[in-house]
């Protein structure tokens, strides 16, 4: 656990070698890795953490201050725990607050692996405006339902990520879990709304950067990360055959390989 200032933040490491720290995206806390740092063996330190309202972590946003930087603040906190410098790995809202921490530039990143990051911002400076428009009104109908009181509102967003039926395949567990955390959720998509930076600020980023995406993943999705590897100089793009947006716990040992190969191949140049 980190205490940072008199707020209480997830951590948790196991193992030792080159350190890859794990962040989970909305509705997930660093639980959501175990099976693939279970794949990877004993040769990397593994942490995980949470972001704000999730896990361990206490939420310190409000509906005044919902900045990114918040989320920003939880994992460099982290970083500074570990005292080193550190291989970032994101999924979903978890990748894209992993960005904005590199290009916040305060902390030492050895590289990044973003999975099914969601900069959606990025769409309209790229120009692809029927996109974007389209998970902008995705988004902002899920909060009206939020606002309405609909306890399932979130079956909207969880379909959007992983295909019609995806939230009413999860354990029931899970979907209580979304739905307490829903409230959570909401500002996590208006921190995500006031992130807008533009493309040319990405090509500052200077860790080798892994962007991964799922065969069958959102074409929002999809194009994102086409963007981002366009934007990102020392950055590749791998697709995932047969996966969507939840490929952690569908594809892990996919996911798992593509960190161990992509850590590996930074760390022989370090």
Request: include cysteine; glycine fraction near 8%; charge should be negative.
């Amino acid at each position: 656990m980190v205490e940072y200032p008199d707020r209480r933040i997830d951590y948790r490491e196991q193992g030792s070698g080159p350190t890859i720290l794990f962040v989970p995206g909305s509705w997930s806390t660093g639980a959501l890795w175990r099976g693939v740092i279970a794949l990877l063996g004993d040769s990397f330190r593994a942490v995980t953490t949470s972001l704000l309202g999730y896990g361990d972590t206490e939420e310190r946003r409000t509906p005044d201050d919902i900045s990114i930087e918040r989320e920003i603040d939880v994992v460099e906190a982290v970083i500074q725990r570990t005292n080193s410098a550190v291989h970032l790995v994101g999924h979903s809202w978890g990748a894209t607050v992993c960005l904005a921490t590199v290009l916040r530039d305060r902390t030492k990143i050895a590289s990044m692996t973003l999975i099914e990051a969601t900069p959606f911002n990025l769409l309209r400076h790229s120009g692809d405006l029927a996109l974007y428009e389209q998970v902008r009104a995705i988004a902002d109908a899920y909060v009206r339902s939020c606002d309405d009181g609909k306890l399932l509102a979130a079956r909207s967003i969880i379909d959007f990520y992983g295909g019609d039926g995806s939230f009413d395949a999860l354990p029931a567990r899970t979907r209580d879990y979304i739905v307490a955390t829903t409230p959570t959720n909401v500002l996590d998509w208006s921190s995500a709304w006031g992130f807008d930076v533009p493309l040319a600020a990405y090509a500052g980023i200077a860790a080798p950067s892994l962007f991964v995406r799922g065969e069958r993943g959102h074409p929002v999705i999809q194009r994102v990360a086409e963007v981002l590897t366009n934007a990102v100089s020392r950055s590749s793009l791998v697709t995932v055959p047969g996966a969507s947006h939840f490929m952690i716990a569908t594809h892990a040992s996919d996911v798992a390989r593509l960190i161990r190969e992509h850590v590996a191949t930074v760390e022989t140049l370090r």
